[in-house]
């Protein structure tokens, strides 16, 4: 499965924001993985980030790249780790307060269409037909961001943080909505990678949290996603007891009624200086 974390999108995204983006070698010599720059205040030191890497990097490659930007911390939240010993023998320890998401719920959409709805719990096969009229549309990004704001309980994107990331992500990022003629249930912007659609941001309005009707919406992209011939719709996180966010608790219920499997992620490791 492939994040978007390592793309060049997300990498023209972040440069916009500001950040440096680079490259290191992976562990195994055949690929490369990207990695993140931002400068501390004005002072001439940096702090790299590699996030989601399915190989485990070469640290002498990284090490070098540590004295390049002068970082006085490191960060690698890998997919997944091959040897953890060389993790320990280069000085990264396991954090207690990870970045990004260890676990997530993954549906493999290219199973047929009749396999995915029997995955489906009870409670969301009822509430995808309770909601069949409902029309799911792409929305204008203008309409999503003022809902967004409206309605999420959470931190949201600046206007320009948005822009940048629809502006680097183009074609492969987009607005959802799903609406009848009372108005908008609830939003939600995915993000696609080679193989992967991402469940990136999302609202629900005081309709949709009568109705339901985000159960629609996720099922119709779901649906969008096996047919532009994607494998994976990626739920970007759920609750973790190992670092125990409450307030995750209540969507991850929502996140794991549409099937699939819970995919964990090794945590975040940290070196300073």
């Known amino acids: 499965m492939y994040d978007f974390r390592q793309s060049k999108w997300w990498a023209n995204y972040l440069k916009n924001r500001g950040w440096l983006v680079d490259h290191i070698k992976a562990a195994d010599g055949k690929h490369k993985i990207q990695v993140l720059v931002v400068k501390i205040g004005w002072w001439p030191f940096g702090m790299?980030?590699?996030q989601r890497s399915d190989y485990d990097p070469d640290f002498n490659d990284l090490?070098?790249?540590r004295r390049k930007y002068l970082a006085i911390n490191t960060v690698v939240e890998p997919l997944k780790i091959q040897n953890i010993e060389n993790f320990k023998k280069a000085g990264f320890r396991l954090t207690k307060y990870p970045f990004l998401a260890t676990?997530?719920?993954?549906?493999?959409v290219s199973k047929p269409e009749e396999t995915l709805w029997k995955e489906l719990s009870e409670n969301a096969k009822r509430l995808i037909k309770k909601n069949d009229r409902l029309e799911v549309v792409e929305m204008d990004?203008?309409?999503f961001y003022e809902l967004w704001k409206k309605y999420t309980k959470?931190?949201?994107q600046t206007t320009k943080e948005l822009d940048d990331l629809l502006d680097a992500f183009g074609?492969?990022?987009k607005l959802w909505g799903i609406k009848d003629n009372r108005g908008y249930h609830s939003g939600l912007l995915t993000l696609e990678t080679e193989d992967t659609i991402?469940?990136?941001q999302t609202w629900t309005s005081e309709l949709g949290r009568i109705s339901g009707g985000h159960f629609k919406l996720v099922w119709e992209t779901m649906l969008w996603a096996k047919k532009i011939g994607k494998r994976y719709y990626d739920f970007e996180g759920i609750y973790d007891p190992a670092y125990p966010i409450k307030k995750w608790k209540g969507f991850t219920e929502f996140k794991k009624k549409f099937g699939g499997w819970i995919e964990t992620h090794p945590g975040c490791y940290v070196k300073w200086f």
């Open 103 to 108: 676990k997530t719920v993954v549906i493999d």
């Open 48 to 50: 790299l980030k590699v």
């Open 63 to 65: 090490k070098r790249l």
């Open 141 to 143: 990004k203008k309409e």
């Open 154 to 156: 959470v931190w949201i």
């Open 198 to 200: 991402n469940y990136y």
């Open 171 to 173: 074609k492969r990022a």
